[in-house]
């Protein structure tokens, strides 16, 4: 495996790419591994409330140009990520949640019925504005995991916040999923031309941001 | 670097740890990774609204014990990670951020100021409960960079969501700080008496997750 200094060498390779080769394309390979790693992140309770829609199609990709500020990448990249969010985390998911555990581990829903009632109890509390919130958060540990094994593998990301997620709900045919489009990100290969790909990466001194107690 | 293979065997091999080797600690070359990788991770217009607070004092930890659904996690870890978010991300605060950037990459804050224009009218727009909610998923991006950054290296981590934020922003003095704790992680070395590392990953299938468009 890397060792610390080639992991910490491949997060300050990365960054979040303007310009795309839109000529290169990301491997099967490869994409398989994207997948791979975003169906395994990790989230509150393991409930996964998520969709991962790949966008390849060129005329979707240019519908969806203008509901998002423009941004080449959206129609440059190799492969474009909407992540999308589910809006249904109810009793009834969490049920499917239960069925899918006891599958994997060969056990029986009786004996998880301790921890079915915790879920139960956690997501009923919150009142739904507060329950999609909690859920995005979970999106985004996806859109970190994508990014950095796009990085590790060598692959360049762009993740973008800036698009009109009501309006890509309705292009993308989300809603009627229980789904909504949370955070975007282009996957491929930078382009020479890329002028942002070698800028310093400012952050703030460790000092500012790490403390210890 | 890892090839396509090992990568998911480390996202695979991680799970939530609930019972840590106390006796285990962090080496100080994997510590210093985990920081910098933290350090780098990236956020929306790379404003970090975040600070890494890290609990080493038994003391303190016991104090949070009770705070935390009494997750014993919290005392028996190597390394306690309190991810926190800023709550000041103002117009002063992107000036501070403007100015690391001059500093970082040799240039002037005149040149910038397109850029500070575009994020002051952003951050500016949210309410603050807003600001504080599209903060925080920024916080959760180090989350998952910190889990993975520790798999990477075989470090057991437990994220956590099941403690008393007011009560921890009390106890670590964080509002004085214009911070709030948002999530927590534990890290160290897995007990082998922890059942839990040995039971199957539960995910969706593929299909349920990923589809193509």
């Known amino acids: 495996m890397p060792d610390n200094t080639s992991l910490i ?10 310009v795309f080769d839109a000529t290169r394309k990301v491997n099967d390979a490869d994409l398989a591994t994207l997948e791979e790693a975003l169906r395994l992140t990790p989230s509150s309770f393991g409930l996964q409330p998520w969709h991962f829609l790949i966008v390849t199609d060129e005329e979707i990709r240019e519908k969806l140009l203008p509901l998002s500020w423009n941004q080449k990448q959206v129609t440059e990249c190799s492969h474009y990520f909407v992540l999308c969010t589910r809006t249904d985390v109810d009793v009834d998911y969490i049920d499917r949640f239960v069925s899918e555990i006891a599958n994997d581990r060969g056990t029986t829903i009786e004996e998880l019925q301790g921890y079915r009632d915790v879920m139960v109890d956690f997501v009923s509390r ?3 504005v ?8 979970q999106t985004y540990l996806a859109l970190q995991r994508l990014m950095d094994t796009a990085a590790l593998l060598e692959i360049d990301a762009c993740p973008m916040e800036g698009f009109s997620a ?6 993308l045919q989300l809603s009627e999923k229980n789904l909504t489009a949370s955070v ?10 890329d002028k942002y790909a070698s800028l ?3 952050r703030f001194p460790k000092e500012e941001v790490i403390s210890y107690l």
Not at 9 to 18: E, I, L, S, V
């Open 184 to 193: 975007c990100c282009a996957i491929g290969y930078r382009s020479a031309e």
């Open 166 to 171: 009501p309006q890509y709900d309705e292009v």
């Open 200 to 202: 310093a990466k400012s």
């Open 130 to 137: 507060e329950r999609l919130t909690w859920a995005t958060r």
């Open 9 to 18: 060498d491949h997060f300050n390779w990365r960054y979040a790419t303007k």
């Open 126 to 128: 919150m009142p739904s």
